[in-house]
């Protein structure tokens, strides 16, 4: 009985073992693709954002969303939090990132002054979250065009 129940513990030790061992995903902002487009012949702002998944294991039922941090400009915006791609509901619509993939969101806003880059510097962050709600990145979109 007793070499019965070591051996259990053997197998079940070496099963949480590899469950440990499993990958993980890894969420990261590509800085270089992800950008702020300012336009204002036309009044709007767009967010380009490229998100990729540097880990082994893919990421799924993620959600994201945009703070501003510049009251002024969340004013023009309508708020400063804003759910990407919601569904009639207001609900966040998710999605998945494929290990070693990526995912691009792009957000157009409307704006009824003129934007300065100086007003966009450090005030537009992305937020994205896991399944259990947890947030798994913020980071700053810096890049910021003007098309002119």
């Not at 009251?71 to 309508?78: C, N, P, S, Y």
């Amino acid at each position: 009985m007793r070499r019965t129940a070591s051996i259990l513990y053997i197998i079940i030790g070496c099963t949480l073992f590899l469950m440990g061992c499993q990958g993980e995903s890894s969420i990261h902002l590509d800085e270089e693709e992800s950008y702020i487009l300012t336009d204002n012949d036309r009044s709007t702002l767009t967010v380009y954002a490229m998100l990729k998944n540097e880990g082994d294991r893919s990421s799924n039922e993620l959600y994201a969303d945009f703070t501003i941090k510049d009251e002024q400009l969340a004013d023009q915006l309508g708020s400063e939090k804003i759910l990407f791609n919601t569904n009639e509901q207001g609900i966040p619509e998710r999605f998945s990132i494929e290990e070693g993939g990526g995912y691009f969101i792009s957000e157009s806003f409307s704006v009824e002054e003129e934007l300065e880059k100086t007003t966009i510097e450090d005030t537009f962050f992305i937020n994205v979250y896991n399944e259990e709600e947890e947030k798994i990145l913020e980071e700053t979109i810096e890049n910021i065009r003007e098309n002119k």
